[in-house]
């Protein structure tokens, strides 16, 4: 389990395909403090350390993970958010993240708040998913490329997200741009209660 807090942005110094599959190999500040078998958010997909060697690991991310989330259309040189499991006796500053990615979404609009940034960010429209819990709401959570975020202004199949500098200076939200697919994990505690009226 995750909590959206972003620690730091890994760059991606090399890419492997195998088969269907995709090795990614990283390197991050906390790489000495990695073990195998560890699970590390990316982008806010939870993918698993298979190799350590010296600055860089290496997690494989699967067919179904490359086909639901941005992953696929990483190259080398790629900042990518980064975030190791919580603590059970951490503090719960985002939000209860699982590191499932739902599915992806494109930014539409970039606009200029006096000193912060609002992000509107549009994805498929699909009304089952939606009843099943896919949705945002105002002031609700969202975990756009693994970060925390307050919804605003939420519609059918879009929402905005205000981003302060200090979250564009140390995420990957730097390098989004009208046009640049990011990743969506949904609120676990909508899907629940949507599941919880359908039964």
């Given at each position: 389990?995750?909590s959206g807090i972003i620690e730091e942005f890994a760059t991606v110094v090399a890419l492997t395909k195998?088969?269907?599959?995709?090795?990614l190999t990283l390197t991050c500040s906390f790489v000495s403090e990695l073990s195998i078998d560890q699970?590390?958010?990316?982008?806010?997909?939870?993918?698993?350390?298979?190799?350590?060697?010296?600055?860089?690991?290496?997690?494989?991310?699967?067919?179904?993970?490359?086909?639901?989330?941005?992953?696929?259309?990483?190259?080398?040189?790629?900042?990518?958010?980064?975030?190791?499991?919580?603590?059970?006796?951490?503090?719960?500053?985002?939000?209860?993240?699982?590191?499932?990615?739902?599915?992806?979404?494109?930014?539409?609009?970039?606009?200029?708040?006096?000193?912060?940034?609002?992000?509107?960010?549009?994805?498929?429209?699909?009304?089952?998913?939606?009843?099943?819990?896919?949705?945002?709401?105002?002031?609700?959570s969202v975990t756009v490329n693994g970060v925390s975020l307050t919804v605003c202004n939420p519609t059918?199949?879009?929402?905005?997200?205000?981003?302060?500098?200090?979250?564009?200076?140390?995420?990957?939200?730097?390098?989004?741009?009208?046009?640049?697919?990011?990743?969506?994990?949904?609120?676990?505690?909508?899907?629940?209660?949507?599941?919880?009226?359908?039964?």
């Amino acid at each position: 389990m995750f909590s959206g807090i972003i620690e730091e942005f890994a760059t991606v110094v090399a890419l492997t395909k195998d088969r269907e599959n995709i090795d990614l190999t990283l390197t991050c500040s906390f790489v000495s403090e990695l073990s195998i078998d560890q699970s590390v958010a990316h982008n806010g997909v939870c993918l698993t350390v298979v190799a350590i060697d010296g600055d860089n690991y290496t997690v494989t991310a699967m067919k179904e993970t490359l086909d639901r989330s941005n992953l696929g259309l990483l190259k080398v040189g790629d900042k990518v958010n980064v975030e190791r499991s919580m603590l059970m006796n951490g503090r719960l500053d985002g939000h209860i993240v699982q590191g499932h990615v739902d599915q992806t979404a494109r930014c539409t609009a970039m606009e200029d708040a006096n000193g912060s940034t609002y992000f509107t960010f549009e994805y498929a429209e699909d009304r089952e998913m939606a009843r099943r819990g896919y949705f945002t709401v105002d002031k609700g959570s969202v975990t756009v490329n693994g970060v925390s975020l307050t919804v605003c202004n939420p519609t059918l199949n879009s929402f905005q997200v205000a981003i302060i500098p200090y979250t564009m200076e140390h995420t990957n939200f730097c390098d989004i741009k009208v046009g640049t697919v990011v990743n969506l994990e949904f609120d676990i505690l909508g899907k629940y209660i949507a599941r919880l009226q359908q039964l």
